[in-house]
């Protein structure tokens, strides 16, 4: 079993260099995984365990990463509350039944995850004996999640959630209330089956105000911090983590994933140790010629080097049009680090 990745989240690892995992993984810039959407919508990829299972496996075997991240989406807990997503190419997330009052939140069904997020569970419990490396469950964090439930679908700058938030800030709390109730329950699911780490996504906060996401966001992630770390530990993610670094930092999770904005050894010499951070080389760099992204690579190792709390990531997702040879040439540089 390689515990590498284990080790850096809880600040032990001595190995000699990082492990390494890559958000969206598993994507379209993958021949093998764009094969399989031929056959299956995006849904139904994560409806099926065996397919879930399946996909969630390529990057380990194509790659070579430290771990494994389970293939789901943060929008699946919107299908199990019943308000209709679909993925519509070119468009991205849709979601049919958008909330569309402040009224509506007390309304809200009560969900019993193993009925309606079981197959998530299923892909879990697949993958247990099937890997060498550890592997991650996630959600996504109720401010995100409430933001496309609000916007219904993907949205520049959440214009509508903050109209809301402004206008009826206390049905906003009771909403992500809500959310946050069920995600711990998702994700308490998660690690019952076997995950062994979780992210919670916040993908959107970089749209707050300093204000607002102590308010909207940051109260939200303890809770489901303080309610799963005793099982697995949490690592938050948050487009303007760089940002709110402190911030979450302060959230005591196990580890804060940063976007790539921040120098992340300045960072850590500000947080000091106790924390793991993981980040942060801009995805973007997977565009430049193979021995100027070996550069940015090995610029970033040696910052962190020795950093037994350091997990090698990008600052946010691969993207669909990436080279599958320029991830790898990243995964082997980060693996040939000595
Ligand atoms: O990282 C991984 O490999 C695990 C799987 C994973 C997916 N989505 C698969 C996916 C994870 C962890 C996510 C999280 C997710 N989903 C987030 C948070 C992370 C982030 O990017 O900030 C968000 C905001 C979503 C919502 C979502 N799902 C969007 C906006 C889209 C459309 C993106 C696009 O490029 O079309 C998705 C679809 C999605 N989720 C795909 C994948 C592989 C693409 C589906 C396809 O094959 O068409």
Not at 64 to 83: C, E, P, Q, T, Y
Request: proline letters at 6%; hydrophobic letters at 45%; aromatic letters at 8%.
């Amino acid at each position: 079993m390689n515990t590498r990745l284990l080790d850096a989240l809880h600040g032990r690892n001595t190995s000699g260099r990082p492990p390494v995992w890559l958000m969206r993984q598993a994507g379209r810039y993958m021949p093998q995984y764009r094969a399989i959407k031929e056959k299956y919508s995006f849904l139904e990829m994560c409806r099926q365990p065996e397919v879930a299972a399946e996909v969630t496996l390529l990057p380990i075997e194509l790659l070579g990463v430290d771990g494994a991240i389970l293939f789901a989406d943060i929008l699946l807990i919107l299908d199990a509350m019943g308000r209709e997503l679909s993925f519509q190419e070119k468009k991205g997330p849709v979601i049919g039944r958008p909330l569309s009052s402040p009224q509506e939140v007390s309304t809200l069904p009560s969900i019993d995850v193993e009925e309606k997020l079981g197959y998530v569970g299923e892909a879990v419990s697949l993958l247990k004996n099937e890997l060498e490396v550890p592997l991650l469950g996630f959600a996504g964090a109720p401010f995100t999640v409430a933001s496309y439930l609000i916007e219904g679908g993907s949205s520049r700058d959440l214009k509508k959630t903050k109209q809301w938030a402004y206008r009826d800030p206390e049905s906003f709390h009771a909403l992500l209330q809500y959310l946050t109730d069920l995600t711990i329950a998702y994700l308490k699911m998660q690690i019952r089956r076997g995950a062994q780490g979780v992210q919670l996504f916040d993908s959107w906060i970089h749209v707050l105000s300093h204000r607002a996401f102590m308010s909207f966001s940051a109260p939200y992630m303890k809770q489901i911090v303080e309610a799963v770390q005793k099982e697995a530990p949490v690592i938050l993610f948050g487009k303007g983590s760089s940002l709110f670094a402190r911030e979450m930092a302060a959230l005591k999770p196990q580890g804060v994933s940063v976007d790539w904005n921040a120098d992340l050894k300045l960072l850590r010499q500000e947080l000091g140790g106790g924390i793991t951070l993981q980040g942060n080389l801009d995805p973007h760099c997977l565009y430049a010629p193979p021995a100027h992204l070996v550069e940015e690579v090995h610029a970033l190792l040696q910052s962190m080097n020795g950093d037994p709390a350091f997990i090698f990531n990008l600052g946010h997702g691969i993207l669909p049009d990436m080279d599958l040879h320029q991830v790898r040439l990243l995964v082997d540089t980060v693996k040939g680090w000595q």
